[in-house]
């Protein structure tokens, strides 16, 4: 957002980790203090208007109140927890209203696997996303008209893209052998990963839809 390279740095002999902009020096935003409970910093985004920042905290082994999904404003430094506990790959929708996120839920078979929600800015309004798929959900991606989402499911081993509206309808195949996708601000390319080939571009028209989506 307006130019700036946002990351999560971790100091692991301090156990200290913070939210910086790339630069010369890199400037803090945010650090998480333990004195509040804050621990692991696990995903940050910036909202569109580049004076929110939204970002998930946990904990390994240790409970904390302040766990959870949490909006900054940048300009008066205050700090809103708005969202669950286990929440992350955070993504702002193109207008600033809705956040989306993925959080873990654990199956009937005693298997972990990702779920994504869309919630408001405010933290309300939250709503599970009904992708139809049984694998590990997760980065989700807004187009930029902000009815559709893509996202990467693991099943079986294997991870693929898909896309799909925000009321679960509409879910297209978009590649098999790829995660992570990002959609691009002009909507016309998804990006995605794939194993050791690095980062490849797909049109999201050249999807196909799936039958038996709930």
């Not at 692991?40 to 910036?46: A, F, G, I, N, T």
Request: proline content about 7%; hydrophobic content about 30%; aromatic content about 8%.
């Amino acid at each position: 957002t307006n130019g700036r390279l946002t990351i999560i740095r971790v100091e692991p002999q301090s156990e200290r980790s913070g939210i910086y902009t790339l630069g010369r020096p890199p400037q803090l935003l945010f650090e998480c203090a333990q004195t509040r409970g804050c621990y692991w910093l696990e995903s940050v985004d910036w909202a569109p208007d580049g004076r929110r920042l939204a970002f998930s905290v946990t904990t390994l082994n240790m409970p904390s109140g302040y766990n959870g999904v949490h909006v900054i404003n940048t300009v008066t430094g205050k700090d809103r927890r708005i969202g669950p506990r286990d929440g992350f790959d955070l993504d702002w929708s193109p207008d600033g209203s809705q956040l989306a996120y993925v959080e873990w839920a654990i199956s009937g078979f005693g298997r972990p696997h990702g779920l994504i929600y869309v919630m408001r800015a405010d933290g309300s309004g939250r709503s599970l996303l009904r992708t139809g798929t049984a694998g590990r959900d997760s980065s989700p991606s807004w187009s930029p008209a902000g009815n559709r989402i893509a996202y990467s499911t693991r099943e079986n081993g294997r991870s693929s893209v898909y896309v799909i509206g925000l009321d679960g309808s509409h879910r297209r195949l978009l590649v098999t052998q790829a995660r992570a996708p990002a959609w691009s601000p002009s909507g016309a390319r998804i990006a995605y990963r794939t194993g050791c080939s690095g980062v490849r571009l797909v049109t999201p028209h050249h999807s196909r839809p799936v039958s038996g989506v709930r």
